[in-house]
């Protein structure tokens, strides 16, 4: 549940804050460019912070993926 949390967070809030940084620079400036520049660095940190949480996901649910598969070959047999 909290991993779910963790990624729709990080899927509204940068974009969002994007959205409303971006309307507001547009708004001043009246440049589209600088709105379609702050929704794509939205967009980024969208992209790392799930990537983020999804390889903190992976390592918890497969703990035993570090570990050598077969232990026989360690060992000389």
Do not use: H, R
């Amino acid at each position: 549940m909290v991993f779910y949390v963790k990624t729709t967070s990080w899927i509204i809030i940068p974009l969002v804050l994007g959205l409303i940084f971006g309307n507001y620079v547009s708004n001043s400036t009246g440049s589209q460019t600088l709105f379609f520049i702050s929704i794509m660095i939205g967009f980024g940190i969208t992209c790392f912070g799930i990537y983020k949480e999804i390889k903190e996901y992976k390592k918890s649910l497969l703990p035993e993926a570090d570990q050598p598969k077969d232990e026989n070959k360690q060992n000389g047999k």
